[in-house]
């Protein structure tokens, strides 16, 4: 009877999951990207003086993280932590639209 019960319940979960989904309308929103550095101090001084973003408030407060706002509800997270720098595939990138860029 209790493997009966515990089954029942799965499939109701399930069952209510699956048409939550199908009748939401809600589409998924673009977040956060992070990029993973080895020089956190000269990667945020490219973001922000070269690039011209302006940080924002992260949760961590644990001089690890520095979090950027890129769009109105989208941010970039710039994380240390990388044990060097790395060569990476062109085909992973992100890409920002600016105007005239400042000099260090």
């Known amino acids: 009877m209790h493997r009966i019960k515990i089954s029942l319940l799965i499939v109701l979960l399930v069952t209510k999951t ?9 589409k998924p929103v673009f977040n956060h990207t992070t990029v993973y550095v080895y020089d956190l101090d000269k990667n945020v001084a490219f973001y ?24 109105p509800h989208s941010q970039l997270h710039v994380v240390k932590g990388s044990v060097s720098i790395a060569p990476h595939d062109i085909n992973i990138h992100l890409s920002l639209s600016v105007g005239l860029l400042r000099i260090l």
């Open 48 to 71: 922000e003086k070269v690039i011209g973003l302006n940080k924002i408030n992260d949760p961590f407060k644990d001089g690890k993280h520095v979090w950027f706002k890129i769009a």
């Open 18 to 26: 699956t048409i939550s989904f199908s009748q939401s309308s809600i």
